[in-house]
């Protein structure tokens, strides 16, 4: 696809995203709400192992830990303040990840994807065997955060409709800054860390802090998701914090191509797309998820971006324009 | 802590850590030989007990079915390496761990569709069902003794292996210098496969001996997969005495922190790791 077309298609998808309580059902409104968080958390993600070439399979955990914020921010009887508590719950996420970066950031390859699993199941313990947010039963959001300012509310996330243009808001401006981010020097330091550490080292960059600050970002973008996850469906489960959710979001970011924030987006559909399609065939709809995953690692190298382009290149006699 | 609970505890940890090394041991040998980051390594310890399970149920005696459940799981690696992971030698990391994971879902919905979601009990054999008094309420099951000798033999049968023999010579020259082991004209595909299911026996085997103690449930991978991946941390990659430590350490941490912390027992384990990471972030055996 050349970037005409790209950005045509990328037009169509937004409008379709916009016009689509229009149409569908809010169950399915929800549905669309759901993949456009988790394409945030895969958006995140992607900028670490996409354009850092930073393989951490612990995302998850700054995902719940924004989300067990907001729940711990909202009173029993009552709602937050949504301009208090989406900053304060992406900040605790942003936090959480420059500490856990601190340790992690020291280690390589393999080291690098042991570790950050292993600190992700810290936090998990932490929630799960603590009474701190309700042990492994989780806790429920009752109100959902209000919009007022000074008595003035712009809108209300009580009611479904301004919380799915509230989540397409977030997840364009998510798009929009990490699209900035790595138009910016910083993203062009980072893209050059994946290329080659070492040179970026010799160059004079020093790579830790970059890929720190690459990290917290990314814990805190990840916040942003938990945060909507947490609203949209009122309540929090040490689960939002295990390594199956890690690992799905890794999932969502490959099936999409790395290094590529609109692959990852098409990654996070893909992925709620299967796991839909195979829980309606089976309970051991798991088996089905497992088999299409290692079929794609063994037939699909590059992911769901860059088949259509393998494709072509072999109708078109292997010439690639990769 | 009376003198006889802390010997219990000791027990325990010995118990606990020596039995974590089979599974790390296998880990990290295939980490540090093949670099393949194996995320299904916690499955072969569940395949292990479910085995246990079947097989106890079949010929009644958990011996029998551990001598007859070593050589299935190692035909079953060398199964798993000849169809899938033989593939993964030359791709990155990140579509190891992928594919890996797959696995993880694959072997959890098996063992659901043969075996379902129960909990089950494995009976320990009448010869080991004995405890030794150790004071007047306190003592200690033989079972569990059994188990840090049989664990400890086979570290000790892995160090001859490693060691002294012309095997272990190629995997110690294998985890130094892959491409060096080709050259010499040293059947690499073999050796692989043999490592990869000799991993797998290990694992299996802990979790046929963990079986009786720990009971079989789903899931049971997943806790071991990830206290190993710390061990391989701790102990460095590819460093199977480096495991051997980082086990025990792990096994006195976790242990003691359940008695001493009960709230934070959880997180011990990874405190720990935090701190052998401030101190040396390539683990403490790292070779050179």
Same mark, same amino acid.
């Given at each position: 696809?050349?970037?005409?077309?790209?950005?045509?298609?990328?037009?169509?998808?937004?409008?379709?995203?916009?016009?689509?309580?229009?149409?569908?059902?809010?169950?399915?409104?929800?549905?669309?709400?759901?993949?456009?968080?988790?394409?945030?958390?895969?958006?995140?993600?992607?900028?670490?192992?996409?354009?850092?070439?930073?393989?951490?399979?612990?995302?998850?955990?700054?995902?719940?830990?924004?989300?067990?914020?907001?729940?711990?921010?909202?009173?029993?009887?009552?709602?937050?303040?949504?301009?208090?508590?989406?900053?304060?719950?992406?900040?605790?996420?942003?936090?959480?990840?420059?500490?856990?970066?601190?340790?992690?950031?020291?280690?390589?390859?393999?080291?690098?994807?042991?570790?950050?699993?292993?600190?992700?199941?810290?936090?998990?313990?932490?929630?799960?065997?603590?009474?701190?947010?309700?042990?492994?039963?989780?806790?429920?959001?009752?109100?959902?955060?209000?919009?007022?300012?000074?008595?003035?509310?712009?809108?209300?996330?009580?009611?479904?409709?301004?919380?799915?243009?509230?989540?397409?808001?977030?997840?364009?401006?998510?798009?929009?800054?990490?699209?900035?981010?790595?138009?910016?020097?910083?993203?062009?330091?980072?893209?050059?860390?994946?290329?080659?550490?070492?040179?970026?080292?010799?160059?004079?960059?020093?790579?830790?802090?970059?890929?720190?600050?690459?990290?917290?970002?990314?814990?805190?973008?990840?916040?942003?998701?938990?945060?909507?996850?947490?609203?949209?469906?009122?309540?929090?489960?040490?689960?939002?914090?295990?390594?199956?959710?890690?690992?799905?979001?890794?999932?969502?970011?490959?099936?999409?191509?790395?290094?590529?924030?609109?692959?990852?987006?098409?990654?996070?559909?893909?992925?709620?797309?299967?796991?839909?399609?195979?829980?309606?065939?089976?309970?051991?709809?798991?088996?089905?998820?497992?088999?299409?995953?290692?079929?794609?690692?063994?037939?699909?190298?590059?992911?769901?971006?860059?088949?259509?382009?393998?494709?072509?290149?072999?109708?078109?006699?292997?010439?690639?324009?990769? | 802590?009376?003198?006889?609970?802390?010997?219990?505890?000791?027990? @325990?940890? +010995?118990?606990?850590?020596?039995? +974590? *090394? #089979?599974?790390?041991?296998?880990?990290?040998?295939?980490?540090?030989?093949?670099?393949?980051?194996? +995320?299904?390594?916690?499955?072969?310890?569940?395949?292990?007990?479910?085995?246990?399970?079947?097989?106890?149920?079949?010929?009644?005696?958990?011996?029998?079915?551990?001598?007859?459940?070593?050589?299935?799981?190692?035909? *079953?690696?060398?199964?798993?390496?000849?169809?899938?992971?033989?593939?993964?030698?030359?791709?990155?990391? +990140?579509?190891?761990?992928?594919?890996?994971?797959?696995?993880?879902?694959?072997?959890?919905?098996?063992?659901?569709?043969?075996?379902?979601?129960?909990?089950?009990?494995?009976?320990?054999?009448?010869?080991?069902?004995?405890?030794?008094?150790?004071?007047? @309420?306190?003592?200690?099951?033989?079972?569990?003794?059994?188990?840090?000798?049989?664990?400890?033999?086979?570290?000790?049968?892995?160090?001859?292996?490693?060691?002294?023999?012309?095997?272990?010579?190629?995997?110690?020259?294998?985890?130094?210098?892959?491409?060096?082991?080709?050259?010499?004209?040293?059947?690499?595909?073999? #050796?692989?496969?043999?490592? *990869?299911?000799?991993?797998?026996?290990?694992?299996?085997?802990?979790?046929?001996?963990?079986?009786?103690?720990?009971?079989?449930?789903?899931?049971?991978?997943?806790?071991?997969?990830?206290?190993?991946?710390?061990?391989?941390?701790?102990?460095?990659?590819?460093?199977?005495?480096?495991?051997?430590?980082?086990?025990?350490?792990?096994?006195?941490?976790?242990?003691?922190?359940?008695?001493?912390?009960?709230?934070?027992?959880?997180?011990?384990?990874?405190?720990?790791?935090?701190?052998?990471?401030?101190?040396?972030?390539?683990?403490?055996?790292?070779?050179?």
């Amino acid at each position: 696809m050349n970037s005409r077309t790209s950005t045509i298609f990328k037009l169509a998808v937004l409008a379709g995203v916009l016009a689509f309580p229009a149409f569908g059902s809010d169950f399915y409104a929800e549905m669309v709400a759901k993949v456009l968080i988790l394409a945030i958390f895969a958006m995140s993600l992607d900028l670490l192992v996409g354009f850092t070439g930073l393989v951490s399979f612990g995302h998850a955990a700054y995902f719940g830990i924004a989300a067990y914020a907001v729940a711990l921010m909202t009173p029993k009887y009552d709602p937050a303040n949504l301009w208090l508590a989406l900053p304060a719950s992406v900040l605790a996420a942003g936090l959480a990840a420059f500490v856990i970066g601190l340790f992690v950031l020291r280690t390589k390859g393999i080291y690098f994807i042991m570790v950050t699993l292993a600190f992700a199941q810290m936090a998990y313990y932490v929630f799960h065997d603590t009474p701190v947010g309700g042990g492994s039963d989780g806790i429920y959001l009752n109100f959902k955060p209000d919009a007022a300012i000074a008595g003035w509310a712009p809108f209300d996330l009580n009611e479904p409709l301004h919380l799915y243009y509230f989540v397409v808001a977030a997840m364009l401006a998510v798009y929009g800054l990490l699209k900035l981010v790595l138009r910016s020097p910083f993203g062009r330091v980072l893209v050059g860390i994946r290329s080659n550490e070492h040179r970026m080292l010799s160059l004079g960059y020093a790579t830790f802090r970059y890929k720190l600050a690459a990290f917290t970002l990314a814990g805190a973008l990840a916040g942003v998701a938990g945060f909507l996850y947490a609203v949209l469906f009122g309540f929090v489960t040490p689960e939002y914090l295990s390594w199956h959710k890690s690992g799905d979001v890794l999932l969502m970011v490959i099936l999409g191509g790395m290094g590529n924030l609109a692959g990852a987006i098409a990654g996070a559909v893909a992925l709620v797309g299967l796991q839909e399609i195979f829980t309606s065939v089976t309970k051991h709809w798991q088996l089905l998820m497992g088999l299409t995953i290692v079929a794609a690692v063994l037939f699909m190298p590059g992911g769901l971006t860059a088949t259509p382009a393998r494709i072509l290149a072999r109708i078109n006699g292997g010439k690639t324009n990769e | 802590m009376d003198f006889v609970s802390f010997l219990i505890q000791v027990l @325990n940890s +010995l118990q606990y850590g020596l039995l +974590l *090394f #089979l599974v790390a041991s296998g880990l990290t040998l295939v980490f540090g030989i093949m670099g393949i980051i194996n +995320l299904a390594h916690g499955s072969f310890y569940m395949v292990g007990a479910y085995l246990a399970f079947a097989l106890t149920s079949l010929t009644g005696n958990l011996m029998l079915s551990i001598a007859l459940g070593i050589p299935l799981a190692f035909v *079953f690696g060398a199964l798993l390496e000849w169809a899938l992971f033989s593939h993964l030698y030359k791709r990155d990391h +990140l579509e190891q761990v992928l594919l890996t994971y797959g696995l993880i879902l694959i072997f959890e919905e098996l063992r659901s569709l043969m075996v379902g979601d129960d909990v089950h009990g494995v009976t320990i054999p009448e010869l080991f069902s004995a405890s030794i008094p150790l004071s007047d @309420n306190l003592s200690y099951p033989v079972y569990r003794l059994v188990i840090s000798v049989v664990c400890l033999a086979l570290a000790g049968g892995l160090y001859f292996l490693i060691q002294k023999t012309r095997l272990g010579m190629m995997i110690r020259a294998g985890s130094h210098d892959r491409d060096m082991v080709k050259a010499l004209g040293i059947d690499i595909n073999l #050796l692989y496969r043999t490592v *990869f299911a000799l991993g797998v026996a290990l694992a299996a085997l802990a979790g046929m001996l963990a079986a009786p103690i720990s009971s079989v449930y789903p899931g049971m991978g997943s806790s071991v997969l990830i206290i190993s991946f710390v061990i391989v941390v701790i102990g460095g990659v590819g460093s199977v005495w480096g495991a051997l430590v980082a086990a025990l350490v792990i096994g006195f941490a976790d242990t003691f922190g359940k008695v001493l912390l009960p709230d934070l027992a959880g997180l011990m384990v990874y405190l720990v790791m935090a701190v052998v990471l401030l101190w040396r972030p390539e683990g403490i055996f790292k070779k050179g």
